[in-house]
């Protein structure tokens, strides 16, 4: 596939989160089209497993999805930061131990279609209590889930989000 040069960039919004702008952008075959593009950071995506065989997932609830959402920790990087260290960070936030063994499963394009957030998927084990101060604006339950019901909670919908969907199957690879 070709390429879609941009010939114009302009710039909507930008926030503490996201910004937006509007690409036009040469098109392969001839003329131009729009392109609305969500300008986010990357971000890592970490299934902690505890030695009882259990994943620490998160329940929060989530505006955009108007619900209390079941899913692996997760969020943005640092400016900076490294994304095993990012990962380590996030673990503790949200879960409160932080892993002695940190593996990275690989990675994906969250939303390709109109995001530029990349995460980067870790698989956390040998886990011990360290917890930091979570987010302001975050209120978070911690979740042990036998690592055995994951491929039930996903088809039921008791997951629904892609990333913790992505991540989850991800590592279930790695224990199968």
């Known amino acids: 596939m070709q390429e879609e040069p941009t010939v114009e960039s302009r710039r909507i919004y930008r926030g503490r989160v996201i910004g937006v702008r509007v690409d036009t952008v040469r098109l392969p075959k001839g003329g131009t089209s729009l392109r609305e593009i969500v300008e986010h950071g990357h971000a890592v995506v970490i299934v902690p497993v505890d030695p009882m065989g259990r994943v620490l997932l998160v329940r929060q609830y989530r ?28 673990l503790q936030e949200e879960t409160g131990f932080i892993a002695g063994k940190l593996q990275p499963m690989g990675g994906f ?10 995460m ?4 956390a084990s040998e886990l011990r209590r360290s917890a930091l101060a979570p987010d302001e604006d975050e209120s978070i339950e911690v979740v042990p889930v036998p690592l055995t019901q994951v491929p039930d909670l996903i088809r039921s919908g008791g997951i629904e989000d892609a990333k913790s969907i992505a991540a989850l199957l991800m590592a279930l690879h790695i224990f199968n």
């Open 109 to 118: 394009w969250t939303t390709p279609g109109f995001c530029t957030e990349y």
């Open 120 to 123: 980067h998927a870790y698989l």
């Open 63 to 90: 505006k955009a999805a108007g619900k209390t959402l079941l899913e692996a920790p997760a969020g943005g990087l640092d400016e900076g930061e490294a994304p095993e260290e990012g990962a380590l960070r996030e």
